[in-house]
């Protein structure tokens, strides 16, 4: 491990441009990561809004045809799962928290950083240019499954779907820049007596899933270039023999399913490209706001690892019903039940971690407690539907609409908006307003709970996603109709609600209360910067030393309830198997 | 304080609202009641572990919330706690496993004396077909497709003459006799899913796939497409009566096999153009969005069309004459009748076939020519 101290190499930026725009600071980059992703976000939450419009009050507004229906659908899913939420886990608080957590000045490639960061922008554009083409932005749904995706009677069969998958091929090259980056500063760049089972699990977390996004992007990657062969150039990846609107085509010999695989080996991972790092993070925060050492640190680092590596095997629990040889379904059930141990370890030493401790309520110890109901409530669901035969009536309705948005959609939200909460007063050096915050974390809570936990109740219905209405079914009783609109009241509220969020992020840079530089009394390292906000190389002259654990709160005979990383050794609050044990092993 | 009252809530509603809630499982119409028990299995197993860790952190928010000068507990780990944890969640882990596989073990083996039926999809609507009396299905391929052979059989193929063929959105089976049902489409991915049914698979161009099934209530049953299959998707409606052996042969008898509707499309071609659009406007999907019985749809219906005068969504009329159709088939999104979507695709067309359209709407028309 390298501890040489680079700071004569990091010059200090001189301009405006090269401090806020073409910065190489990591701190900059993921502030600008982060906005982007957040104004996307706002784009995406209204996308929905309008979409359960359509639901809630079928016919009612005449601008919602079908085709608009579909490509916001679409939209909406594809923003939030890939240029929100994966966005701004690894480009926002990757980059915040890796190098200020691992005592690192910068990442170890800051011009690729930045890179990283323009690629992503360019990506988003892309994306947002689809609304305005011939045709519209794809309504193909999120999955992009062919043949549909580019055959007339979907709409943006044309123009929408080659601007979404040339988006999502510049995206995989934003995200390969910025991940290869954090994966070598984490291996290469920590500071001395920061060992590898030392580094908090918000690090981890962001650690694994970014080892992930490098292993699973890539077969987005080519099924995207296949997709676009077939497109343009009538290749037949995935395209057999098949009639068109009356027409024969010339594809011939390709197999649908093929997309749906590569698409799953990329998209399971990438659920845990989202969920590890909000469990790394959340434990963080569940530890600092209780005041006491995360339960059980070993089994979550290795939780982590496990849930990881488990999450490439699993893939084909999201194609039960597709068709696939249906034998795959033993092998599929069983390892995605097999992953539930690890993920229920987790949760299980979140709650351990609240037991005998001084548990202070906080904003962001309020949404960390929401992630728990909110996430113990979708992975239990999850257990309904990777057990194939439970899984059959199923899949494809409104049951599993519920079923991920609590678990990957809106639990790790909460995650975000606990950690914007948690780390504003490090970024901005200004606390957020708590009545605002608290405001924003009750509508948010309780809205979502009231959306999506009556939601899978109408898939147990046997209701369909992705319908545009469901007008003369006779197995549809009129009160589940009375629900969508109660569903889609409540959303517009938790949608109009996140504007309050904005709004406190923006006035609080100007007019928030100044912070101090650990208002949270976290143990950490991110928190021992000389200044808050910390300067471009974070650690002044020299680089700090670290002598324990993250997690050294409470400790027996300590003078406070926190034992800072960086205090001399001689503090005490080992984490429990010591750095100086396993020296002395080796 | 508030958030530990909120958790309490929330879980006492859940479960208050588990036991008198109006929407649960559609009553079962078919064998799979195991399906039912095991999701009854995961429902109890699931719900314990919801109640008792909420109910966990309830009470821990309770005892523990801070109060001045109060000091959490330094308490990293217990090795013997964390294995008993990991054991009581991989007992319950495989309680939820065994049962499914075991329903699932046989829902991959269907019955060996299971009639055969196959379904096709096609945007936007249903066909299905029966092998004759030597129970063979004959071969089939995309290119076969046309007008008159919408399910792509093979008219060389000697075990394909006697299938019967169902061109409607309806098809009818005996109670309590096991079904394997192929499925196989020519455009896009379909799932023909009926929820009373429990069973069901996507339907994937360019292979067959399959699942099985026993209705046990007779009755009428509402099938749907639930695999995204473009702007018709939640038009594409199909139905499924359930009788008694009886009536479903005295039904089955009425429909013609593939031999019959050949030569009947030959019919078609000296009995007119009408007949012949009738055809056609049911190949190239049209029927799905245009009804021809005044019920509403996706599109404006077909009955007592012609010879109206319609609204267009640009706030001007037209009057519906040979032309108009004529211009709205060939490019449908120029001019929009009121009240609907600009979603009909472009579908081409010959000039011949155009016509046909035209002479079968025409003849659903005015109501002087009905």
């Not at chain 1, 909460?414 to 405001?439: E, N, T």
């Amino acid at each position: 491990m390298a501890y040489a101290d680079e700071a004569a190499s990091h010059h200090d930026p001189q301009t405006f441009i090269t401090k806020y725009v073409w910065s190489q600071d990591h701190k900059v980059i993921a502030v600008q990561y982060a906005s982007v992703a957040i104004l996307v976000g706002l784009i995406g939450v209204t996308l929905s809004n309008i979409m359960r419009l359509q639901i809630g009050f079928p016919g009612v507004f005449a601008f919602i045809t079908p085709e608009r229906y579909y490509q916001y659908v679409t939209m909406h899913g594809m923003i939030m799962v890939i240029y929100l939420l994966t966005a701004l886990f690894l480009g926002g608080f990757g980059n915040y928290l890796i190098p200020l957590m691992v005592g690192a000045r910068d990442m170890v490639f800051p011009y690729m950083n930045m890179l990283s960061f323009w690629v992503y922008l360019v990506s988003v554009i892309v994306l947002l240019a689809s609304f305005f083409v011939p045709g519209g932005p794809t309504g193909a749904g999120w999955t992009l499954y062919p043949p549909q995706a580019i055959l007339p009677g979907t709409p943006g069969y044309d123009w929408g779907i080659i601007l979404m998958l040339v988006s999502l091929l510049i995206f995989i090259v934003a995200t390969t820049m910025g991940g290869l980056n954090y994966v070598t500063t984490v291996l290469q760049a920590r500071c001395e007596g920061m060992t590898l089972m030392r580094m908090p699990l918000s690090v981890w977390g962001i650690f694994t899933a970014t080892v992930l996004a490098l292993l699973a992007f890539p077969a987005l990657f080519v099924s995207g270039i296949m997709m676009l062969l077939d497109k343009t150039l009538h290749t037949s990846f995935f395209m057999p023999a098949l009639v068109s609107m009356g027409q024969v085509t010339n594809y011939r010999g390709g197999s649908p399913l093929l997309f749906q695989h590569l698409f799953w080996f990329f998209g399971h991972p990438e659920v845990y490209i989202v969920a590890l790092p909000a469990f790394g993070i959340v434990s963080d925060l569940i530890s600092v706001h209780a005041r006491k050492a995360i339960f059980g640190y070993r089994m979550m680092v290795w939780a982590i690892v496990v849930i990881g590596g488990l999450s490439f095997v699993v893939w084909a629990h999201h194609m039960f019903v597709s068709g696939m040889n249906p034998w795959f379904g033993f092998f599929f059930a069983t390892s995605t039940l097999i992953i539930a141990v690890p993920t229920a370890i987790k949760v299980y030493n979140w709650v351990l971690t609240l037991w005998n401790g001084d548990i202070h309520l906080s904003v962001p110890m309020l949404f960390t407690l929401a992630f728990i109901l909110t996430f113990l409530s979708g992975g239990l669901t999850g257990l309904f539907l990777g057990n194939v035969s439970v899984d059959i009536p199923l899949s494809g309705t409104y049951f599993v609409v519920a079923h991920f948005h609590m678990v990957m959609g809106v639990a790790p939200l909460l995650v975000v908006f606990g950690a914007i909460y948690h780390w504003y007063p490090k970024i901005s050096g200004r606390m957020l307003d708590d009545r605002l915050g608290k405001f924003h974390f009750w509508v948010t809570f309780i809205g979502t709970y009231l959306i999506y936990f009556p939601m899978h109740y109408l898939g147990v219905l046997g209701m369909p996603r992705r319908y545009y209405n469901f007008d003369g079914y006779q197995f549809i009783p009129p009160s589940a109709l009375t629900l969508n609109a109660f569903i889609t009241v409540v959303a517009l509220v938790v949608g109009a609600s996140q504007l309050v969020f904005v709004y406190n992020l923006v006035w609080s840079v100007f007019r928030g209360p100044k912070a101090s530089s650990n208002p949270w009394r976290a143990a950490s390292l991110e928190w021992f910067t000389p200044e808050t906000p910390p300067k471009h190389n974070n650690w002044g002259p020299a680089l700090p030393v670290v002598h324990r654990w993250a997690y050294a709160y409470s400790v027996p005979g300590a003078s406070e309830d926190f034992i800072a990383q960086t205090a001399p050794l001689s503090d005490g609050g080992m984490e429990p198997e010591p750095y100086e044990v396993k020296e002395a092993i080796a | 304080m508030a958030i530990a009252v909120a958790l309490l809530l929330i879980v006492v509603g859940s479960v208050i609202f588990q036991l008198v809630s109006p929407w649960g499982l559609t009553p079962l119409a078919s064998n799979w009641n195991r399906m039912d028990d095991t999701m009854a299995i995961t429902l109890v197993i699931t719900g314990i572990f919801f109640v008792v860790i909420n109910l966990f952190v309830v009470y821990t928010l309770m005892r523990f919330r801070h109060r001045k000068g109060q000091r959490a507990a330094y308490e990293p780990e217990n090795k013997k706690l964390e294995r008993w944890l990991i054991g009581v969640t991989t007992v319950g882990v495989v309680a939820l496993l065994a049962p499914g596989l075991a329903v699932y073990a046989d829902y991959v083996h269907p019955p060996s004396d299971a009639m055969v039926l196959e379904i096709l999809g096609q945007q936007w609507q249903w066909r299905y077909r029966f092998p004759g009396a030597d129970g063979k299905l004959g071969a089939t391929d995309a290119r076969f497709v046309n007008g008159a052979n919408p399910m792509g059989l093979d008219p060389d193929d000697p075990a394909g003459q006697n299938n019967i063929i169902v061109s409607d959105n309806e098809v009818h089976l005996p109670i309590n006799r096991p079904v394997k049902v192929l499925l196989r489409s020519h455009d896009v991915l379909h799932d023909f899913f009926v929820p009373q049914f429990r069973a069901r698979m996507n339907i994937v161009p360019g292979q067959v796939s399959s699942f099985w099934f026993t209705p046990t209530q007779p009755g009428r049953y509402e099938a749907m497409c639930a695999q995204l299959c473009g702007v018709g998707h939640p038009n594409m409606r199909g139905t499924v009566i359930v009788e008694d052996d009886a009536r479903f042969q005295a039904w089955l008898k009425t429909q013609p096999t593939f031999a019959a509707t050949r030569k009947a499309s030959e019919l078609d071609a000296s009995a007119g153009p009408a007949a012949q659009g009738k055809t056609l406007a049911q190949a190239k999907g049209c029927v799905a969005c245009h009804s021809v019985d005044g019920s509403p749809g996706a599109g404006p219906t077909w009955k007592g069309l012609f010879g109206k005068t319609e609204s267009l969504a640009d706030g001007s009329s037209a009057a519906v004459d040979e032309a108009f159709l004529k211009e709205e088939i060939r490019d449908p999104q120029a001019r929009v009748v009121k009240g609907f979507a600009p979603i009909m695709p472009k579908i081409e067309l010959s000039d011949d076939d155009v016509d046909r359209l035209v002479a079968y709407i025409k003849s659903q028309g005015s109501t002087a020519q009905r």
